[in-house]
């Protein structure tokens, strides 16, 4: 165990009570050691810390926080560190622990006759879903950072991705807690139960609270059967309008198959091409706008496929839709989710882009990128537009490049300006300014600035109530 500098460091008392609860080989204190755990996903911020802890079960959390609550030390509660908000990393006083769950990694228990599994906060959901799979079902939260991200993080943000139109957020997926208080004490919430109406539902408290008020350390989840068959189309669309109708239609004529619907700009499938030529390129010509569909069915792979080339079809001959692509095998279906899962990594390979994580209602978003566009080449002409998202559940990636011939590090000095013209947009219909990131850190001063007062109140009372001492996660969401 190697003593930080006194900038950083902590004090000794307090560091050999850590590490007699851990032990020595997981409390970090050498800075060096510390820096990965201190450093934002997108590598834009790095904090400081007096310690990063690495506790291996629930018991040894609990103690830590309790240690720390003695203390008056905070604590910053941190997953898989994938998080985009700013919301698992310490800010820069150095006067916090990073509580890493990383070692509560175990599959507890899989009940399959209540298609359930309990795991800890630290497993990847990756394994998570691997584990429900070898169960002979399926877990069905999948995002682009499953194989780093963890469950914990993933409650602990209410982490959406791409089937939330099917199977909901991770909210939705949890039936039970385990969490350590505030205080160190441990409330056993672990239920396998759809129906539990007896008393305040704390399981919703801590879900979305990005460790504000308590560390989740298990879970448990829902699992559902594997589908017999999972079929996916690229549709080409005239505008974000045609979208929508052509969401309503596949919602009609499929219904519960429907898993995801992506909507993709054509600008979205340049960049992808631009920087990773070697995926596939569906169709000859380009088109305004896209549309990602997967339907997955427990009858069988003749019944999925009669259902999307029915619709798929009738859009077609409606004019709803321009052209369209089936996927007819595993393959080609990787290939096309590739085109979607590709769009964030092409845009950070052209540049730094202002960007928006943001839910309306579905009807309301063709008017939302119609307008907000509009304002935007007015405010900043040129300047480009790269829109994606889970339109079948109302979140889009809204994010902002600067135009031609300006430097991305100068106009990222009018990121305050383009938030303003995209948040009053989002709001003035009815809409949120973070559908699945959460708030963290970096969007603090937005959500003072557009939440109802009254609700604001009602949050920091309940914040007081179980943390009323301040230490948990402190600086983040209020």
Sequence with gaps: MTEAQ???AAPA???????AIVGAAHLILDPAAMAPFLED?????SGRALAVALPADTME???VVAACAAARVPIVPQGGRTGLVLGSVPDASGSAIVLSLRRLNRIRAIDAANRTMTVEAGCLLVDVQQAALEAGMLFPL???SEGSCTIGGNLATNAGGTAVLRYGNTRELCLGLEVVSAQGRVWDGLRGLRKDNTGYALRELFIGAEGTLGVITAAVLK???QPKAALTALVALDSPTSALALLSLMQERCGAALTGYELMSDLCLRLVHTHFPDLPRPFADHYPQYALIELSSNE?????AGLVESAVGAALEAGIALDAVLASSVSQSIGLWKLREHISMAQAAAGKNIKHDISLPVSHIPDFIAQTDAALQAAFPGCQVVCFGHLGDGNLHYNVAPPAGIGHDGFLAHQDAVNRIVHDNVMRLQGSISAEHGIGALKRE????YKDPAELDMMRAIKAALDPLGIMNPGKIL
Excluded: I, K, N, Q
């Design 6 to 8: 006194p900038a950083g």
């Design 13 to 19: 008392t307090f560091a050999a009570a850590l590490g």
């Design 41 to 45: 996903w997108r590598g834009r911020f």
């Design 61 to 63: 959390v609990a103690r």
């Design 142 to 144: 999948s995002l682009a």
């Design 223 to 225: 699992l559902y059967p």
């Design 300 to 304: 069988s792979e003749d019944h999925a």
């Design 446 to 449: 937005e959500l003072a600035r």
